[in-house]
Nanobody, 127 residues
């Protein structure tokens, strides 16, 4: 069992930045590939970014590529999402997710592939 707790959300103006954190407790963090997803009001949950167990490989949704960066610190059991140049359309509840993974360098893009989820943190981009 893995417990995930997101933090770092809030209200930011367009063009601003936020860094989301997701702290994991429970079993060995380095055994899990991690992902970030988001869900805006009235919309389905969508993939944002993913990182492999090793941290070597990452993947991003086209809508955030070049603006968001996912990273992880296995020593701190934490995954991060650095969000720059934020736009109003980035407004959503952001969730981190963990997947028990056999392969150290594989990333996972589908929400149904993930085993554990955090409670979410609200990000609002507005002037």
């Amino acid at each position: 069992q893995v417990q995930l707790v997101e933090s770092g959300g809030g209200l930011v103006q367009p063009g601003g930045s936020l860094r989301l954190s997701c702290a994991a407790s429970g079993r060995t963090f380095s055994s899990y590939a991690m992902g970030w997803f988001r869900q805006a009001p009235g919309k389905e949950r969508e993939f944002v970014a993913a990182i492999s167990r090793s941290g070597v490989n990452t993947n991003y949704a086209d809508s955030v590529k070049g603006r968001f960066t996912i990273s992880r610190d296995n020593a701190k059991n934490t995954v991060y999402l650095q969000m720059n140049s934020l736009k109003p359309e980035d407004t959503a509840v952001y969730y981190c997710a963990a997947k028990s993974a056999d392969y150290r360098h594989r990333v996972y893009l589908g929400d149904q592939q993930y085993d554990y989820w955090g409670q979410g943190t609200q990000v609002t981009v507005s002037s």
